[in-house]
């Protein structure tokens, strides 16, 4: 419970500093805290970060799509936040710092999962905008 | 040579509406998409190639594609802000549906740059209480969590001064994460003892370049290799910037203290 109530903070508050418009910052801080949870569970059970952030971005790219359609704004508004906790930033930022403090074999072993993250996170987010797209494209199809 | 003032007014639309959103941290196929429907709206033809540090578009009319106008724009600074995206996406389409004339749209779009926006002590607060939650996230306690916040409201509030100050955007950072750095150590020695990291990691958070990452993605997703390799690269220098502020502190507490 904890852990959700700051996963929520931990995207409503950033939302905020994106300056997204008021009735859309409580539903990117419930986006945000699916992916976390997912991000978490997944990685408690099996113990691997870029399996883990594979399936918490196809969750979060799914929830933001669907709020996307239901709110009738940009996915990106949802999307951006939502993404924030689980996208490279500290793995990469230890990189650095071990590299600094010449620790090499520590850093590669940082870059390579940070690497692998933003990987998997594409894939995340290519399957599902995918899936969308196509889907948008029949819609059209069929209105015209 | 006589202007085409159709085809220059419609252009100027576009490329105003792009600017803003490009300037506001939007992907680049929505600002091409974007642009290449205002032009449709007003019935021109044109061609536009955008990378995240410029905008060249070049229209011609239907019936005379011998006169063609090209406009060039470069971006030099990138925010974020996320209600700009939202708007000019609802303008773009009501385009589709009702063409508004050149004037108003222009003063609808200039408008823009003064839109509503979070006042600034919340925007405080937000950063103060983003820091907090991450820092907790990451394996703090509530001490270190409250710290953090505290030294990311004191630097959000001085970078909010700072931002008019014209110096290279990787400096700024390499100076603020020293100085969240710095201000860790100082609160671990003399106040309370904390988990550094944590509250390092936790107070830099709002320093990270996370919508550079996840648009450096996107873009090459959609295909535009060029933008994208741009933006993970900026995302690059600033964690690199981020790291040897932190680092430079780190290695000074070693061999200081």
Request: include cysteine; hydrophobic fraction near 50%; charge should be neutral.
């Given at each position: 419970?904890?852990?959700i109530?700051?996963?929520f903070?931990?995207?409503?508050?950033?939302?905020i500093?994106?300056n997204?418009?008021?009735?859309?910052?409580?539903?990117?801080g419930?986006c945000?805290?699916m992916?976390?949870?997912t991000?978490?569970?997944?990685y408690?059970?099996?113990?691997n970060?870029?399996f883990?952030?594979?399936?918490?971005?196809i969750?979060?790219?799914?929830t933001s799509e669907?709020?996307?359609k239901v709110f009738?704004t940009?996915?990106?508004?949802f999307n951006v936040?939502?993404?924030?906790?689980i996208?490279?930033?500290?793995?990469a930022?230890y990189?650095v710092?071990n590299?600094?403090?010449?620790n090499?074999?520590e850093?590669?072993?940082k870059?390579?999962e940070?690497?692998?993250i933003?990987?998997a996170?594409?894939?995340?987010?290519?399957?599902v905008?995918?899936v969308?797209?196509y889907?948008n494209?029949?819609?059209n199809?069929?209105?015209? | 040579m006589?202007i085409?003032v159709?085809?220059?007014e419609?252009?100027?639309?576009a490329?105003l509406s792009g600017?803003i959103?490009?300037?506001?941290?939007?992907?680049?196929?929505?600002?091409?998409?974007?642009?290449d429907?205002?032009c449709n709206?007003y019935?021109i033809?044109?061609?536009?190639f955008?990378?995240?540090?410029?905008?060249?578009?070049?229209g011609?009319?239907?019936?005379?594609?011998?006169e063609?106008v090209?406009?060039?724009?470069r971006?030099?600074?990138?925010t974020?802000?996320?209600?700009?995206?939202?708007?000019?996406n609802?303008?773009?389409?009501s385009?589709?549906?009702?063409?508004?004339p050149y004037?108003?749209?222009?003063?609808?779009?200039?408008?823009?740059?003064?839109?509503?926006?979070?006042?600034?002590y919340r925007?405080?607060?937000?950063?103060?209480v983003t820091?907090?939650?991450?820092?907790m996230?990451?394996?703090?306690t509530?001490?270190?969590?409250?710290?953090?916040?505290?030294?990311?409201?004191l630097?959000y509030?001085s970078?909010?001064?700072m931002?008019?100050?014209i110096?290279s955007p990787?400096?700024?950072?390499?100076?603020w994460?020293?100085i969240?750095?710095?201000?860790?150590?100082?609160?671990n020695?003399?106040?309370?003892?904390?988990?550094?990291n944590?509250v390092i990691?936790?107070?830099?958070i709002?320093?990270?370049?996370g919508?550079?990452?996840t648009n450096?993605?996107?873009?090459?997703l959609?295909g535009?290799?060029?933008?994208?390799?741009?933006?993970?690269?900026?995302?690059?220098?600033t964690?690199t910037?981020?790291?040897?502020?932190v680092g430079?502190?780190?290695?000074?507490?070693?061999?200081?203290?």
């Amino acid at each position: 419970m904890r852990e959700i109530i700051l996963a929520f903070l931990g995207s409503y508050c950033p939302a905020i500093l994106f300056n997204i418009e008021r009735k859309n910052l409580f539903w990117a801080g419930i986006c945000g805290a699916m992916g976390w949870i997912t991000y978490d569970g997944i990685y408690i059970l099996s113990d691997n970060k870029i399996f883990a952030s594979f399936i918490a971005s196809i969750v979060i790219s799914l929830t933001s799509e669907i709020m996307a359609k239901v709110f009738r704004t940009p996915s990106t508004v949802f999307n951006v936040p939502s993404l924030l906790p689980i996208v490279p930033g500290i793995p990469a930022y230890y990189t650095v710092l071990n590299i600094i403090e010449n620790n090499i074999q520590e850093a590669l072993y940082k870059g390579l999962e940070a690497i692998g993250i933003a990987g998997a996170i594409a894939f995340g987010i290519l399957l599902v905008s995918t899936v969308f797209k196509y889907i948008n494209s029949k819609k059209n199809h069929t209105c015209l | 040579m006589v202007i085409n003032v159709e085809v220059k007014e419609a252009l100027d639309v576009a490329l105003l509406s792009g600017e803003i959103l490009l300037t506001s941290g939007s992907e680049i196929y929505r600002v091409e998409d974007t642009i290449d429907r205002i032009c449709n709206a007003y019935g021109i033809k044109s061609e536009c190639f955008v990378t995240p540090t410029g905008i060249f578009i070049s229209g011609w009319s239907k019936d005379n594609p011998k006169e063609s106008v090209s406009l060039v724009k470069r971006i030099k600074s990138r925010t974020i802000n996320l209600h700009s995206i939202e708007i000019i996406n609802t303008f773009s389409r009501s385009l589709q549906t009702k063409k508004v004339p050149y004037d108003e749209a222009m003063e609808l779009l200039r408008g823009m740059e003064n839109a509503p926006y979070f006042p600034f002590y919340r925007r405080l607060i937000a950063s103060g209480v983003t820091s907090f939650a991450y820092a907790m996230l990451f394996g703090g306690t509530a001490v270190n969590g409250i710290v953090a916040g505290i030294i990311s409201m004191l630097i959000y509030a001085s970078r909010d001064k700072m931002s008019r100050v014209i110096l290279s955007p990787f400096f700024l950072d390499f100076v603020w994460s020293f100085i969240a750095g710095l201000m860790a150590i100082f609160a671990n020695r003399f106040i309370i003892p904390i988990d550094i990291n944590s509250v390092i990691v936790g107070s830099i958070i709002i320093l990270f370049p996370g919508l550079a990452m996840t648009n450096g993605i996107r873009d090459a997703l959609y295909g535009d290799i060029l933008s994208s390799q741009a933006r993970l690269t900026e995302a690059l220098f600033t964690v690199t910037a981020i790291g040897v502020g932190v680092g430079i502190v780190l290695l000074l507490m070693k061999y200081w203290m």
